[in-house]
């Protein structure tokens, strides 16, 4: 009965490395890592890891003002209105007529 978690604990280690092995040979990011690896050792990765900070801190404020530009669009389309009509009687306007799929038929008498 042991057996059975070795197994999954080597079918869990296969998918930790082959993931690893995709990411490294199969993506942009993955190919730098392992050039700077290869050329520089693990010293080359700080630098990486910095470039890549930077990019994310970039990207982030890339994202925030465009939030706040749509923000900013939607408080301006947004009109306050209260409940009066604009002469102060405090009327409402009309409620839209619902559409309904089916029609209601007469009232039997």
């Given amino acids: 009965?042991?057996?059975?978690?070795?197994?999954s604990d080597g079918f869990l280690l296969g998918l930790i490395v082959?993931?690893?092995?995709v990411f490294l040979l199969g993506t942009k990011k993955?190919?730098?890592?392992?050039?700077?690896?290869?050329?520089?050792?693990f010293a080359g990765l700080?630098?990486?890891?910095?470039?890549?900070e930077n990019e994310a801190k970039k990207g982030t404020k890339t994202q925030l003002n465009k939030l706040?530009?749509?923000?900013?669009?939607i408080q301006d389309s947004i009109e306050v209105?209260?409940?009066?009509?604009?002469d102060g009687n405090g009327s409402k306007p009309p409620k839209?007529?619902?559409?309904?799929?089916?029609?209601k038929s007469p009232p039997k008498n």
Avoid: W, Y
Wanted: glycine residues 18%; aromatic residues 6%; proline residues 2%.
């Fill in 30 to 41: 993955g190919n730098k890592i392992l050039k700077a690896i290869t050329e520089d050792g």
């Fill in 18 to 21: 082959g993931g690893i092995g």
């Fill in 96 to 103: 839209p007529a619902v559409k309904r799929f089916f029609k």
């Fill in 81 to 86: 209105t209260d409940a009066s009509d604009g």
């Fill in 46 to 52: 700080g630098e990486i890891a910095r470039e890549i």
């Fill in 68 to 73: 706040e530009e749509k923000i900013g669009e």
């Fill in 1 to 7: 009965m042991g057996n059975s978690s070795r197994f």
